[in-house]
């Protein structure tokens, strides 16, 4: 069986929580390399994951020679992580924001191409058979030409974001360091980066269009670091409109599942996809509603799809449902909707 050779970059909260765990299930992944800023916070997880190494230098884990790299490190560092790991020649699991500046988003899409590596953002609800579905559904009975599109995010970030607690799911040996999530030089944000980034990324691989001006405020960053919460109003290269909502719950809210909704209204028809109530539909006047047969637990979240998904791309099979480009463009978006808060009224591409 042919083994795949990985390391990680940024082996904090979440990646211990969620990747390294799918990556250690898999009898055809070899452990080489696990890189985190604290030594010793890197040798627990090499000794308890079966690492061959751990460094706090990112290089120290591409050089051994890798088919395949999850970069987690903060946000700011995405781009230097990424752009190495894919010009050593490994395919990249690359965690969301993809980065803070869109033009760096779009430079890790070009040089994924030119080194024909495979880019995965970890949008992890792309990547669930429920979201995958409602893609196809779309795909195959349409709305037509797109008009209007609602976004509502809500998700229990609200003591992670002010400082004071940890996300629900981070891994309990593996603290998250606070600044990775409340300095916006790291975050690049609040809620927008940390969480609307999942929502963005899942809305426009339903709905593909690239949002080219916003009007955006927020709330929170008077008190806290960073926002809590966010409003925008979007338009779309298409010319269609849409408004974008996100907040931070309290800790204990949905438990498994995030309130997260994405409606569409097109010339054709209109869908609405709810992970929430584990709900997905499209309605045509010409042919009446088209609903996917869900059960319960078809909207929880599934943390091990964006790493199996990078196995399989380097394995050659499977598919890529949240590709560099889809990052890109959602750190396009972003870009926009904080630009926008920080100065002002209306902000175009």
């Known amino acids: 069986m042919k083994k795949i050779r990985v390391s990680v970059i940024g082996a904090g909260s979440w990646a211990v929580a969620a990747h390294l765990p799918a990556l250690a299930s898999r009898d055809d992944v070899e452990l080489v390399g696990v890189c985190r800023s604290n030594a010793d ?6 000794d308890k994951f079966g690492f061959a190494c751990a460094s706090t230098d990112y290089r120290d884990v591409l050089s051994p020679g890798v088919d395949a790299v999850i970069v987690a490190s903060p946000s700011s560092l995405h781009h230097e992580h990424a752009s190495a790991a894919l010009r050593a020649g490994a395919h ?3 965690e969301k924001p993809m980065t803070i500046a869109a ?3 779009w430079d890790l899409v070009a040089i994924a191409r030119e080194n024909e590596r495979e880019l995965l953002i970890a949008f992890g609800w792309n990547y669930m058979r429920m979201i995958r579905d409602a893609r196809a559904l779309i795909n195959r009975v ?10 509502h995010m809500s998700s229990s970030t609200r003591e992670l974001l002010s400082g004071t607690g940890a996300y629900p799911d981070s891994a309990e040996d593996s603290a998250p360091q606070t600044a990775t999530w409340t300095d ?5 944000g609040g809620y927008g980066q940390a969480q609307l980034s999942h929502a963005l990324g899942l809305t426009l691989s339903l709905f593909p269009d690239r949002v080219v001006a916003a009007s955006a405020q927020m709330f929170g960053a008077a008190t806290t670091a960073v926002e809590l919460h966010d409003a925008a109003v979007l338009t779309f290269e298409s010319g269609a409109i849409g408004v974008l909502s996100g907040a931070s719950a309290h800790a204990g809210a949905w438990k498994d599942k995030h309130d997260l909704q994405v409606r569409a209204v097109g010339s054709e028809g209109q869908a609405m996809v709810d992970v929430l109530r584990e709900e997905a539909w499209i309605y045509r006047p010409d042919s009446g509603e088209h609903r996917l047969s869900l059960s319960e637990g078809d909207g929880a979240y599934q943390a091990s799809g964006p790493a199996h998904a990078l196995i399989e791309s380097a394995l050659g099979r499977g598919d890529n449902p949240a590709p ?13 909707v904080y630009r926008s808060a920080a100065h002002g009224g209306s902000v175009a591409r």
């Open 103 to 105: 033009s760096e988003a």
């Open 142 to 151: 349409g709305v037509g030409r797109l008009e209007h599109v609602t976004v």
């Open 184 to 188: 916006p030089l790291i975050s690049g």
């Open 41 to 46: 916070a890197a040798a627990r997880i090499r």
């Open 92 to 94: 990249v699991l690359c």
């Open 324 to 336: 560099g480009s889809l990052g890109a463009l959602t750190a396009e978006a972003l870009e926009l």
